[in-house]
């Protein structure tokens, strides 16, 4: 089945004035549960913690998740010692924020071999479970993820913020 741009006429309306107004369904963002944040981390040892870790950018629809996903290094390309963390707005990719201090994490660890044939993919799949609330109730008590790219091999985690509910902490899982 071939597929075609629309005819100026199907995207767009002419208003009896001479204006175009465009199809509303050509503009309208489609809206996530969660206002989600992306930090980076870079590993510099002249830098405290907090002052390596930088906020990348927010985002709380479908189409501006992608659009920072598309504009963004892939976690393989990152240096040694780089994170990339994505957590729902208001907490911060930290032990000590208030929402991860009860919480805990799930691990998947990657050997050096997996980082150019599995860790991007994995990365965006961890993503989209997140950004899609994909572990129903559960998703509640997720508060973010982050990859660590290290020499050795590398990791993805999955945060959750409270450890003593062990149904949605083995969803999740």
Known sequence: MATSEPKAAEA????????????PEQYIK?????????????NDKSKSWTENLRLISKFDTVEDFWALYNHIQQPSKLGFG??????????????????????????MTL?????H???????????????GE?????????????VNVRPKGD????WTSNCQNR????TIG
């Open 30 to 42: 489609h809206p996530l549960q969660n206002r989600w944040a992306l930090w980076y981390f870079k």
């Open 117 to 131: 044939n599995d860790l991007d993919r994995y990365w965006m799949e961890t993503l989209l479970c997140l950004v």
């Open 111 to 115: 050997n050096k071999q997996q980082r």
């Open 12 to 23: 767009e309306d002419q208003q009896a004035d001479g204006q175009v107004v465009a199809n």
């Open 82 to 107: 780089c994170d990339y963390c994505l957590f729902k707005d208001g907490i911060k990719p930290m032990w000590e924020d208030e929402r991860n201090k009860l919480g805990g994490r799930w691990l």
């Open 155 to 158: 990791k993805i985690s999955i």
């Open 134 to 146: 994909s572990f129903d109730e559960a998703s509640e008590e997720v508060c973010g993820a982050v």
């Open 167 to 170: 149904e949605a902490i083995m």
